[in-house]
């Protein structure tokens, strides 16, 4: 994860020679879009399992019985008892456990992993495509975002049913997941934010999976169809904010 950011720092001081802090956007100056870059994923797997429902053959399970009937060919028996009675121990159901879980992680050891790529994207690139204006400069960053992971998808990350049009999902979804990164990183005037917002994606995102049965990688999850709806869906409502709403609209040029 930390190519883009090696890439990035290596151009900045051997190419461009200019410090790296302000180059990159990194700021830890608190304002309340670090906290709407926190809380966002936590309503992407909402949103998310809200779609799911409305796709034939996928239904809520609580209970997780489908995560457990995949673990049950991959792990001994007594191993998979043992887990279900660690969930059961847990004092408050798994999804709620796992909402906590993500939100301590990315603000922590999620949010340093990310950085590694967004100091890259939503540093660097941000600040090379501002010509392109928002949301131009989105949809490119978007693009290789999404192609860099390529060779993760391929090897059955994230789509192991489908590793090859899984490139494709996972490039339309980084394209619908990059305007609303982007624009707390301006808003919060700091990649530091991006990077949170990543971090607490990467530790939610199996919230919206493991709660539902039926469906394939294609269908279910954040970076599933149902998945993809949901940040269409906050798109366009981004569109509408910053539009209608915003004291500051983000410029053409405002990368």
């Known amino acids: 994860m930390a190519i883009p950011m090696i890439v990035s720092i290596f151009l900045l001081k051997i190419v461009y020679k200019e410090p790296l802090r302000k180059s990159l956007g990194i700021s830890f100056r608190w304002n309340r879009w670090f906290v709407v870059a ?8 909402f949103l998310t399992l809200g779609v799911s429902m409305l796709i034939p053959g996928i239904v809520i399970t609580p209970g997780m019985e489908e995560m457990f009937a995949k673990y049950e060919g991959l792990i001994p028996p007594d191993q998979l008892e ?5 969930i059961a121990s847990l004092p408050i159901h798994v999804f709620w456990f796992g909402i906590l879980q993500g939100l301590v992680a990315g603000i922590t050891v999620n949010a340093v992993a990310a950085f590694g790529e967004e100091a890259g994207w939503r540093g660097f690139l941000q600040r090379e495509f501002a010509d392109l204006g928002f949301w131009q400069s989105s ?50 005037r700091s990649v530091i ?23 394939t990688d294609l269908l279910v999850g954040v970076t599933g169809l149902a998945g993809l709806v949901a940040l269409g869906f906050m798109n366009i409502v981004l569109w509408i904010y910053d539009r209608k709403f915003a004291k500051e609209p983000i410029q053409v040029k405002a990368c």
């Open 82 to 86: 043992l887990l279900k009675e660690q």
């Open 38 to 45: 926190w809380f966002l994923p936590i309503i992407l797997v």
């Open 193 to 215: 934010a991006a990077a949170i917002m990543h971090g607490t994606i990467n530790g939610t995102v199996a919230l919206a999976v493991i709660m539902v049965s039926g469906g």
């Open 139 to 188: 949809l490119v960053i978007g693009i290789i975002w999404g192609f860099w992971h390529a060779p993760l998808i391929l090897q059955g990350h994230n789509y192991p049913e489908h590793p090859v049009a899984g490139v494709f999902m996972m490039v339309v979804f980084t394209v619908l997941l990059s305007p609303l990164i982007s624009y707390v990183r301006l808003k919060a």
